[in-house]
């Protein structure tokens, strides 16, 4: 008889109960704090609804939008405000609009007609072999510099507060490095496996940008909610796990089958002490980025017009800010009618030393960037959180081959232990959901 014990309630522990849940196998989900959701966390605060952890979700994958569409009665999906699509790059001190076509393509300024000619070619082009390259090395030898620097650069400070120098191809973004390895080039690639994808694929894994009514927080408290209060223990700060041979663990007083964590390295180093030290050191190798993220609401907003998903602000740039989310601009709900709600993000990988900087000199580094790049000439929000992550977002850098190999070898090691989450497989939402689906059918078949 299957028990599986989950560590941590986030959004990949409680996707992977919902599976089992489905498929009539019993767990139990040990999470160290007080709540369901891990870094997802929505609040509601002077008429703002604002996101703690991630702002959105983007449906890239099939399991994930087959997983709303299971929980759409009671669960609607809210897609982002279709004004919100332009995606605004800072360049030589105005905002630029991210090509969507050919035209705007060829007209824009922000990458080089050399690098423009370079992109249209690069179907033809000759196929690398490189597994240890780095996404900056990738991009500059398919696309050009100008692409890394005012789309690629901007867009990993976007999604990994990352430095698309330090990011490996094959582990950051391994969608990417499939296309150039199986069908030789991005575009030759994009083609093939738009010619092989499912009908279904094709139908429910639109790209769009999604939320919900109140806020992100609402898909971690539906599926608690669907697996049942009482299958979670909260507050399970002093937890350990003891392996007894294969597929027997103990955690308390409870016989399990499976162990699966889906915690940070850190955390797994204290919780299974019979790993061995160094296996656990090259997990541990794995950096993190540190973030600043900042919540800005304006009752009446007398600055730009936010007709756009946000900007983004290139390395190139040195700006002390990442990017600014123009969230009452997906979702107008989100702020007061007339009004304006905002995230900014700060520090990243490139820039830890504005990790440590005090309250009120993020505060005035954001007010100096709102009147120069949103034209406000006052700052007063009527709302301003700063929230700080020193381990926000998993970097998948040159240490992951190492990382992946200890990962295999401990899992062959204790047979029923598991290790998952953010650590591999992808930092999103659906990545997640994705890694959940996959690891209960690989806990249903064995």
Partial sequence: MKKIAIIGAGITGLSIAYYLKKANIPFVIFEKNNRVGGVIKTEN????????????????????????????DNLPIKYADEK???????????????????????????????????????YFRKKGNYETESLAQ?????????????????????????????????????????????????????????????KEYKQKVNKKIFSFEKGLQQLPDELYKIIGKEQVKFNQKDLKIHYKGNYKFQIDNECFT?????????????????IPFQETKSLQKMKYAKIIHVNI??????????????????????????GILYMSSQFPERAPLGGALFSVF???????????????????????????????DKFSPDLFEINRYPSAIAQYGK???????????????????LIKGSIKDGIGISDRITQAYLTTKKIIST
């Fill in 346 to 376: 700060m520090g990243g990988t490139k820039k830890e030393y504005i990790f440590n900087y005090k309250d009120d000199k993020i505060q005035s580094i954001i007010a100096e960037n709102f009147k120069s790049l949103l034209k406000l």
């Fill in 399 to 417: 240490e992951s081959k190492e990382k992946l190999e200890a990962i295999r070898s401990i899992e062959n090691k204790f047979q029923g232990f």
């Fill in 138 to 198: 990738t991009v500059t030898r398919r696309l050009g510099k100008s692409f890394l620097d005012y789309a690629i650069d901007p867009f990993v400070s976007g999604v990994y507060a990352g430095d698309p120098e330090k990011l490996i191809t094959k582990y950051a973004f391994p969608k990417l490095y499939n296309l150039e390895d199986k069908y030789g080039s991005f575009i030759k690639g994009s083609i093939k496996l738009s010619k092989i994808r499912s």
């Fill in 84 to 122: 919100s699509k332009k995606r605004l790059i800072w360049k030589n001190n105005r905002w630029e609009a991210l090509p969507q076509g050919l035209i705007s393509g060829i007209k824009t300024p922000l990458f080089t007609t050399r690098d423009k000619l370079k992109v249209a070619t690069e």
């Fill in 297 to 322: 609401g304006f009752n009446q907003w007398k600055g730009e017009n936010l007709d756009a998903f946000g900007g983004l602000i290139p390395t190139k740039e040195r700006k002390d800010i990442m």
């Fill in 45 to 72: 605060k002077n008429g703002f609804v604002f996101e703690r952890g991630p702002n959105t979700g983007v449906i890239s994958g099939l399991e994930l939008a087959n997983l709303l569409d299971e929980l759409k």
């Fill in 258 to 274: 499976h162990v699966i964590s889906t915690v940070k390295p850190q955390d797994l180093t204290t919780i299974a002490q019979f």
